[in-house]
């Protein structure tokens, strides 16, 4: 979607530092972390959010919870805590579906 933040920082229009990167998703720092480790997980088709899942989602959804347990240990956090949080309604604030990482000092809530 052509105004959208994240399809902009996928299609490398806007800058970002990608941890990874495949041909569904992409994961890159949050620019405002709220914890040791915030890393945001992001497919790359354009999805609003939660809402916005179907039956056909499941594949795209197994594949995001892959790349969440290959960040947990490359940060080393299986033993640390960890989150993995989806906002959705007035609680996200950019309009494509994301996960949140967040790992180490937990004290904040995104
Ligand atoms: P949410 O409230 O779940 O929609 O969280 C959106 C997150 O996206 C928030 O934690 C900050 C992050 N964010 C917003 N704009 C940018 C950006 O331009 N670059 C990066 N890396 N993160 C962003």
Same mark, same amino acid.
């Given at each position: 979607?052509?105004?959208?933040?994240?399809?902009? +920082? +996928? #299609? #490398? $229009?806007?800058?970002?530092? *990608? +941890? *990874? $990167?495949? $041909?569904?998703?992409?994961? *890159?720092?949050? /620019?405002?972390?709220?914890? $040791?480790?915030? /890393?945001? /997980?992001?497919? #790359? =088709?354009h999805i609003g959010g939660v809402q916005d899942l179907d039956k056909e989602s499941g594949g795209l959804l197994a594949e995001i919870y892959l790349v969440a347990n290959q960040l947990v240990k490359q940060y080393n956090?299986?033993?640390?805590?960890?989150?993995?949080?989806?906002?959705? =309604?007035?609680?996200?604030?950019?309009? !494509?579906? !994301? *996960?949140?990482?967040? =790992? =180490?000092?937990?004290?904040?809530?995104?």
């Open positions: 979607m052509d105004s959208c933040l994240f399809c902009k +920082i +996928i #299609k #490398k $229009e806007l800058p970002a530092k *990608f +941890i *990874f $990167e495949s $041909e569904n998703a992409v994961a *890159f720092p949050d /620019i405002n972390p709220s914890a $040791e480790v915030h /890393i945001l /997980i992001v497919p #790359k =088709g956090l299986e033993d640390s805590l960890y989150r993995v949080v989806v906002n959705g =309604g007035k609680a996200q604030h950019v309009p !494509h579906l !994301h *996960f949140h990482l967040l =790992g =180490g000092n937990l004290n904040k809530l995104v």
